[in-house]
């Protein structure tokens, strides 16, 4: 059976997950697409033979289109995918959910509603093979409870619309997620820490920044943020358990050899990094509307993390360590 998908937002990755919906998942066709800019929805259409539509929301009222695809910017969100839920269409939403915790409580309350999952957030690190070699090694039990976890998220630089607060919404969130889907386990607190700044960036910015987190069980993981690191697209999360630890493993590069030094590639950009990961994220998904059962990050985890980063961002601007207090978990959302 071929999925239809329509497409909302056809910027940088919505026309990168068009094209790995076109060709790399099979089972799936984007027949609709659209966006404020309906010159670049037009030539994105017209490259792979589908229709642009004037608004998103009449991409998601189209009877043509099974399921939903949103990468539109961040604040837009919320709007299309309560409207995908009202129409009882499936939506993957790139993060964040919604820029506030409160649309996320709207959203989750649209799907109880509806009374199954519709609804699945693009947070794409859950398939990458290193991070889920090392939850098989977590899960397993072997290595002890987690105690500790040091995590670094470094690009290479950033451009001047950056401000400081997106460190924490719109690039720790990443580690936000893992950190609760790895642990299996909620945050309970936040506080960053402003280290002397690089002084690569724009002035506005507060670059490097060390956030440390606690989950409810009295794990502790420090993560640097660092977006104007200069050499390259650089991710390392290592997970310190009671008899052991377990560290994610860097990108497979050839190791060169010549004229008195060894060196290897550092990749530049998150596309290249997670490549593979958003292959098999749209590869999953596609299955699991096939299905009917949706398996993928929730709304659920979308809502925390917006807590999460909520946290962040009043611990950024005032130095304190600032507590992360959740709604009761929705049965539809597991335990
Ligand atoms: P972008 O600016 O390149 O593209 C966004 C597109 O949405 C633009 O073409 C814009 O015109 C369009 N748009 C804005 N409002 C709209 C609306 N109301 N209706 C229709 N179209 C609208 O941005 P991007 O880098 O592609 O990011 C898009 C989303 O993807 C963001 O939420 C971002 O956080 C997320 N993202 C996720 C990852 C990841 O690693 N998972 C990486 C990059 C971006
Ligand atoms: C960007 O939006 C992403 O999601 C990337 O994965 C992240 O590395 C980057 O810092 C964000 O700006």
Redesign the pocket.
């Known amino acids: 059976m071929t999925i239809h998908i329509g497409v ?9 997950h068009i094209r790995r919906l076109t060709d790399v998942v099979t089972g799936a066709e984007v027949v609709a697409v ?4 309906g010159a ?2 037009a030539e994105v259409a017209s490259g792979i033979g589908a229709r642009a539509l004037p ?2 929301q009449d991409v998601i009222a189209d009877p043509l289109v099974d399921a939903v695809v ?8 919320a ?2 995918v309560l409207a995908a839920i009202a129409a009882g269409k499936y939506v993957f939403c ?3 959910l919604a820029t506030t915790a409160e649309d996320c409580l709207r959203v989750i309350e649209a799907e109880q509603s509806f009374g199954r999952r519709l609804v699945q957030v ?3 690190r859950r398939y990458d093979a290193g991070y889920r070699a090392m939850k098989e090694v977590l899960d397993s039990g072997g290595l002890g409870h987690p105690l500790m976890m040091h995590c670094a998220h470094r690009n290479p630089t950033v451009p001047e619309a950056y401000h400081s607060a997106m460190a924490v919404q ?1 690039t720790a969130v ?1 580690e936000i997620d893992t950190i609760r889907w790895l642990l299996g386990e909620e945050i309970v607190s936040a506080q960053v820490i402003r280290p002397r700044r690089t002084a690569n960036r724009f002035e506005h910015l507060v670059d490097p920044q060390f956030m440390l987190f606690e989950t409810a069980s009295g794990v502790r993981v420090d993560l640097e943020v660092f977006v104007n690191c200069q050499f390259g697209y650089d991710i390392q999360c290592e997970t310190v358990c009671e008899s052991g630890t377990v560290r994610l493993p860097d990108p497979a590069d050839v190791l060169v050899k010549t004229a008195a030094v060894q060196r290897t590639g550092v990749l530049q950009d ?2 290249d990094r ?1 490549g593979a990961a ?1 292959d098999r994220e749209f590869v999953e998904w596609i299955a699991s509307i096939d299905d009917g059962r949706l398996a993928g990050p929730s709304a659920w985890d979308g809502y925390a993390a917006a807590v999460a980063t909520d946290a962040g961002t009043e611990a950024l601007e005032t130095g304190r360590v600032v507590s992360v207090r959740l709604k009761d978990r929705p049965d539809l959302y597991g335990s």
Do not use: C, L, N
Not at 8 to 16: A, C, E, R, S
Not at 70 to 77: A, F, L, R
């Open positions: 909302i937002g056809t910027g940088m990755i919505g026309q990168d659209t966006d404020v800019d670049r929805a608004t998103g949103v990468t539109s910017w961040g604040p837009t969100h709007e299309y790139e993060k964040p693009g947070f794409m719109d990443h998150w596309k997670f958003f």
